[in-house]
T-cell receptor, first 113, second 113 residues
């Protein structure tokens, strides 16, 4: 199993550009989520999904969209990037929303200039 | 407002020493408290976790101590090794509402050989 994979590893955007961060897992996990990691703030939940076709907002959802058309994939879309979205983004998954352990991907480092 | 406060921000320990990281929380509804370990360039990985019905949990050199009345929990790393050098995050969640983790700000641990 590859586990949780994320692409790209690094990305630089200009303010106002859009892009999609990809996340995939091959563990047949129902629950997937996106976090952003900023210095001094730990990780904060952006959006999550409890299964295909079901998504909901986390703590910091503004400026981000998600969809979940398959169990495996959970892309995160930035519609109009802002410098405040410069961060490291992590995707995570777990067997279901009641499963304690979450598996994190390697992260995408995004810089918005 | 940070729901989980973590200290210290950074920690330097000699090889063989004890590393202690502390966390405090506000929400008494939290019922699951995991610790995650993150190496540079990697995603966080679950290290050890505790439920509030026990006061201590030990796994190898890693121990969580939990004080429900004080709303505090801590990670102790015994016989610290250079390979333990990483960033450690405490977290909390309410499992009834899904596995949405609230993280502390993180502690950068360096173990000197």
């Amino acid at each position: 199993n590859a586990g949780v994979t994320q692409t790209p590893k690094f990305q630089v955007l200009k303010t106002g550009q859009s892009m999609t961060l990809q996340c995939a897992q091959d563990m047949n996990h129902e629950y997937m989520s996106w976090y952003r990691q900023d210095p001094g703030m730990g990780l904060r939940l952006i959006h999550y999904s409890v299964g295909a076709g079901i998504t909901d907002q986390g703590e910091v959802p503004n400026g981000y969209n998600v969809s979940r058309s398959t169990t495996e994939d959970f892309p995160l879309r930035l519609l109009s990037a802002a410098p405040s979205q410069t961060s490291v983004y992590f995707c995570a998954s777990s067997y279901n929303e009641g499963t304690y352990e979450q598996y994190f991907g390697p992260g995408t480092r995004l810089t918005v200039t | 407002q940070q729901q989980v406060k973590q200290s210290p921000q950074s920690l330097i320990v000699q090889k063989g020493g004890i590393s202690i990281i502390n966390c405090a929380y506000e929400n008494t509804a939290f019922d699951y408290f995991p610790w995650y370990q993150q190496f540079p360039g990697k995603g966080p990985a679950l290290l050890i976790a505790i439920r509030p019905d026990v006061s201590e949990k030990k796994e190898g050199r890693f121990t969580i101590s939990f004080n429900k009345s004080a709303k505090q929990f801590s990670l102790h790393i015994m016989d610290s090794q250079p390979g333990d050098s990483a960033t450690y995050f405490c977290a909390a969640t309410i499992m009834e509402y899904g596995n949405k983790l609230v993280f502390g700000a993180g502690t950068i641990l360096r173990v000197k050989s």
